[in-house]
């Protein structure tokens, strides 16, 4: 029994909050995991008031960010946060020891190695299906810093400035970053817990105080003369924190009436018609999302608290606080494609696979980035089945989409019954797709699979060897080949106007 209880205190950091734990009949590991997010945002406000960067130094900045941050892995996960600082360590010591040109290659194969062992030893050593605050969490948001930031280094110091995409140049990193600056980066109080993940250059610029400084040039006219003072972020900080316990409220109350494993209950499926099946499946894998919700947009609040994720101004001339945002809530239930959906959810993890696989990889990107995806989420086999399945169902609406769609665009009227239509029909692909994500195991997810007839993974096949889409290397060329001829086309429709006039 002792050590069973001393091995409950190292999974769980500080058993401080036990009676809390007790009363609300919740795990300690959540409750320690909710409590340092709300103290880390009562820190924010603290960190952005009194150490202000027009008030102290950014090497104060750097090690009171640090310091708060290890302190609340600490409590939250105990002596399994050392992993942060041990997978931290050793791919600063990789950027220092090998060369610019191929840092990234290793820093990414160490960094996701790393992550993906510790994975592994939590799922096989510890309870399997163990669906709590676990130390890997925010591991997964420290792989995805040290890789985009090994990345951007490469950008910055081993490639040349023709060669990079707009996006490389804003992001690329012409320097290397001190090992305070390292670790302030990875492990700040106001993203170690729940990220979410941010570009270094972002995250130099807000600790020294000038958050748009390397961005200035994507503006698309400069801010007005009277938005010049440092907007403040309170109401947006509200508005996100109302959200996000609105979501977790609607979480505990909804969660265990539409339970995922109905789904493949036998009663279930034998007893109940398929367009009931259809409906149960939305309901119950609508009821999961909320826990993002919360945890996501908290982490968000937290960020601007700080002031970090300042994104300039809309046109009405207030300000935006989404540089850093995870997700968007009403474009992810309204979403009516599969790309849509996937744009909104856990925006800055799509960005990360964007920038670090999409557009590097020279062959079948969108495969690949499916399965980087599945590695980093984890060891579970329903992981790659969800990312497996989304492969396919990403090509079958992208084959819909570019074959389909501009025969609805004639009429309002066409368009609104084909947004209607894919809105369901996406709707059912992402449930169809996650539910061996919630599942975890091979077993009830070919179970569920089974009892649909495996019907959206034929259906999908046959809709992207059926509908033709050019491959993306060509519509790239296409895309450029239509830039160059629009001046050309202009200045002969101008020449041509200018002849009927003399005429």
Same mark, same amino acid.
């Given at each position: 029994?002792?050590?069973?209880?001393?091995?409950?205190?190292?999974?769980?950091?500080?058993?401080?909050?036990?009676?809390?734990?007790?009363?609300?009949?919740?795990?300690?590991?959540?409750?320690?995991?909710?409590?340092?997010?709300?103290?880390?945002?009562?820190?924010?406000?603290?960190?952005?008031?009194?150490?202000?960067?027009?008030?102290?130094?950014?090497?104060?900045?750097?090690?009171?960010?640090?310091?708060?941050?290890?302190?609340?892995?600490?409590?939250?996960?105990?002596?399994?946060?050392?992993?942060?600082?041990?997978?931290?360590?050793?791919?600063?010591?990789?950027?220092?020891?090998?060369?610019?040109?191929?840092?990234?290659?290793?820093?990414?194969?160490?960094?996701?190695?790393?992550?993906?062992?510790?994975?592994?030893?939590?799922?096989?050593?510890?309870?399997?299906?163990?669906?709590?605050?676990?130390?890997?969490?925010?591991?997964?948001?420290?792989?995805?810093?040290?890789?985009?930031?090994?990345?951007?280094?490469?950008?910055?110091?081993?490639?040349?400035?023709?060669?990079?995409?707009?996006?490389?140049?804003?992001?690329?990193?012409?320097?290397?970053?001190?090992?305070?600056?390292?670790?302030?980066?990875?492990?700040?109080?106001?993203?170690?817990?729940?990220?979410?993940?941010?570009?270094?250059?972002?995250?130099?610029?807000?600790?020294?105080?000038?958050?748009?400084?390397?961005?200035?040039?994507?503006?698309?006219?400069?801010?007005?003369?009277?938005?010049?003072?440092?907007?403040?972020?309170?109401?947006?900080?509200?508005?996100?924190?109302?959200?996000?316990?609105?979501?977790?409220?609607?979480?505990?109350?909804?969660?265990?009436?539409?339970?995922?494993?109905?789904?493949?209950?036998?009663?279930?499926?034998?007893?109940?018609?398929?367009?009931?099946?259809?409906?149960?499946?939305?309901?119950?894998?609508?009821?999961?999302?909320?826990?993002?919700?919360?945890?996501?947009?908290?982490?968000?609040?937290?960020?601007?608290?700080?002031?970090?994720?300042?994104?300039?101004?809309?046109?009405?001339?207030?300000?935006?606080?989404?540089?850093?945002?995870?997700?968007?809530?009403?474009? !992810?239930?309204?979403?009516? &494609?599969?790309?849509?959906? =996937?744009?909104?959810?856990? *925006?800055?993890? /799509?960005?990360? #696979?964007?920038?670090?696989?999409?557009?590097?990889?020279?062959?079948?990107?969108?495969?690949?980035?499916?399965?980087?995806?599945?590695?980093?989420?984890?060891?579970?086999?329903?992981?790659?089945?969800?990312?497996?399945?989304?492969?396919?169902?990403?090509?079958?609406?992208?084959?819909?989409?570019?074959?389909?769609?501009?025969?609805?665009?004639?009429?309002?009227?066409?368009?609104?019954?084909?947004?209607?239509?894919?809105?369901?029909?996406?709707?059912?692909?992402?449930?169809?797709?996650?539910?061996?994500?919630?599942?975890?195991?091979?077993?009830?997810? !070919?179970?569920?699979?089974? &009892?649909?007839?495996?019907? =959206?993974?034929?259906?999908? *096949?046959?809709? /992207?060897?059926? #509908?033709?889409?050019?491959?993306?290397?060509?519509?790239?060329?296409?895309?450029?080949?239509?830039?160059?001829?629009?001046?050309?086309?202009?200045?002969?429709?101008?020449?041509?106007?200018?002849?009927?006039?003399?005429?």
């Amino acid at each position: 029994m002792a050590d069973e209880d001393i091995r409950t205190t190292a999974c769980t950091g500080s058993s401080l909050l036990q009676p809390v734990s007790e009363i609300t009949n919740l795990p300690l590991d959540q409750v320690n995991f909710v409590v340092c997010q709300l103290c880390a945002l009562l820190s924010a406000f603290w960190f952005r008031l009194f150490l202000h960067p027009s008030k102290t130094s950014p090497f104060i900045r750097h090690v009171v960010a640090t310091v708060l941050g290890l302190y609340f892995a600490l409590f939250c996960f105990g002596w399994y946060a050392l992993h942060f600082l041990v997978q931290s360590g050793l791919t600063y010591g990789i950027m220092i020891l090998t060369g610019v040109e191929h840092m990234h290659k290793y820093c990414l194969l160490v960094a996701l190695s790393y992550l993906s062992l510790c994975q592994i030893t939590r799922v096989y050593v510890f309870d399997y299906g163990m669906y709590s605050a676990d130390f890997t969490g925010p591991m997964m948001v420290i792989t995805q810093k040290i890789t985009s930031l090994a990345f951007e280094i490469h950008d910055g110091m081993a490639r040349k400035e023709e060669h990079l995409t707009p996006g490389q140049k804003i992001l690329a990193i012409r320097r290397m970053p001190s090992l305070l600056e390292y670790f302030s980066y990875n492990c700040n109080f106001m993203g170690i817990l729940a990220g979410p993940t941010c570009s270094y250059n972002d995250y130099i610029a807000f600790i020294e105080g000038d958050p748009r400084r390397h961005r200035e040039h994507e503006d698309k006219k400069p801010y007005p003369k009277l938005r010049q003072d440092e907007p403040s972020p309170n109401t947006e900080v509200v508005r996100k924190v109302a959200t996000s316990f609105f979501c977790l409220l609607v979480f505990l109350s909804v969660c265990k009436v539409f339970p995922v494993e109905r789904n493949i209950d036998d009663d279930f499926i034998a007893n109940t018609p398929f367009y009931a099946q259809v409906v149960y499946l939305y309901l119950s894998m609508l009821t999961t999302r909320p826990k993002y919700y919360f945890v996501w947009t908290l982490a968000d609040a937290i960020n601007n608290a700080a002031g970090f994720g300042f994104n300039g101004y809309d046109d009405d001339g207030s300000p935006r606080w989404d540089m850093i945002s995870n997700l968007r809530i009403l474009n !992810i239930e309204l979403a009516t &494609s599969f790309k849509v959906f =996937l744009d909104n959810w856990n *925006i800055q993890t /799509a960005h990360w #696979l964007k920038r670090v696989c999409y557009e590097r990889c020279p062959y079948h990107p969108t495969a690949a980035t499916f399965i980087l995806s599945a590695m980093w989420h984890g060891a579970y086999p329903g992981y790659y089945l969800t990312f497996l399945t989304g492969i396919v169902i990403t090509l079958a609406a992208r084959a819909v989409r570019h074959n389909v769609r501009p025969y609805f665009l004639q009429s309002s009227t066409h368009k609104l019954v084909y947004d209607v239509i894919t809105w369901a029909a996406t709707q059912i692909a992402i449930c169809y797709t996650v539910v061996p994500f919630v599942l975890l195991s091979v077993g009830p997810s !070919i179970k569920f699979y089974r &009892s649909w007839c495996f019907s =959206l993974h034929i259906g999908c *096949i046959l809709l /992207a060897v059926a #509908l033709p889409v050019k491959p993306r290397h060509l519509r790239l060329k296409d895309q450029q080949k239509n830039l160059l001829q629009e001046p050309a086309q202009v200045q002969d429709h101008l020449q041509a106007t200018g002849k009927e006039k003399t005429t």
